[in-house]
């Protein structure tokens, strides 16, 4: 028996060898001076890690896109608040060139000048509100003012509110050379009634495109004739209400108001 178990072990331990020795013999042939000795990652996870960079670039660059549109928007808007947005001349406006035949035709462009004041005047004639009977009445005014046939206004209005040019933005009133000023003259005598609401309405409509166009100043003064205009304080209340309202929606300077009698 002890012969026999001998036997035994010495094969179980020749068997085990040699299982050993074979699996050593494969580790030494796959094996090499190349064979890292760590494992790798799967090359699946450099191409995530790529990836990833990718998304954070493209949202990085969008975040700089936005910051730069931002802050260049902010400087437009800052930019923006000390410029007055342009106003159109109103609708019922008709330029001098289009009714009197005596509208002086400069070769040159003229430099508008820049008025300081407004005047609130009248024409002392009758009233009207008919374009073909306002510009005869206007025409036979301007033979008979003086020497020159040149009236001292810038701008009339008709009891229809229309606004007819005459000095207009080229030239100063010559009734204050000692003040830059635009004079605007109802046509009609309001000694004894007011102007209408539609004359007054396009006395402020005048007003504020001359502010917004640069040709009035915006801190400007505003006279009115009370010695020939009745309720003129309640007009110039009136009208300053209107010019006002518009002003401020512009941003625009509020006016000083003055009366005197001439």
């Not at 000390?82 to 008709?94: C, R, Y």
């Not at 002086?104 to 508008?112: A, D």
């Not at 008025?115 to 004639?125: E, F, H, L």
Request: hydrophobic residues 40%; negative net charge; contains cysteine.
């Amino acid at each position: 028996m002890n012969v026999l178990n001998q036997f035994y072990v010495f094969v179980y331990l020749d068997h085990e060898s040699r299982h050993s020795s074979h699996h050593g013999e494969d580790d030494t042939q796959n094996a090499s001076e190349e064979t890292p000795l760590l494992h790798r990652f799967p090359r699946g996870d450099e191409r995530i890690n790529l990836f990833t960079l990718l998304v954070v670039g493209m949202m990085v660059v969008v975040l700089m896109s936005g910051l730069s549109i931002g802050v260049y928007l902010l400087i437009i808007e800052d930019n923006s608040e000390n410029v007055l947005p342009p106003v159109q001349i109103p609708p019922l406006f008709v330029p001098r060139g289009e009714w009197d035949a005596m509208s002086p035709h400069f070769s040159e462009p003229v430099p508008v000048f820049k008025a300081k004041a407004v005047v609130i005047d009248q024409t002392d004639t009758g009233l009207c509100s008919d374009l073909e009977f306002c510009i005869e009445l206007m025409k036979d005014l301007e033979e008979n003012i003086d020497e020159n046939k040149t009236l001292p206004y810038n701008f009339m209005i008709s009891s229809d509110g229309h606004i007819y040019e005459y000095l207009g933005w080229e030239l100063p009133s010559p009734l204050y050379r000692e003040l830059p000023s635009l004079v605007i003259a109802f046509i009609g005598n309001f000694a004894e009634e007011n102007p209408s609401d539609k004359q007054i309405q396009s006395a402020g409509n005048i007003i504020t495109a001359s502010v917004s166009n640069e040709y009035l100043d915006r801190n400007f003064t505003l006279i009115t004739k009370s010695d020939k205009i009745t309720e003129a304080a309640s007009i110039q209340k009136i009208l300053m209400n209107k010019v006002n309202f518009a002003m401020e929606r512009r941003r625009l300077y509020m006016s000083k108001r003055y009366f005197f009698r001439s």
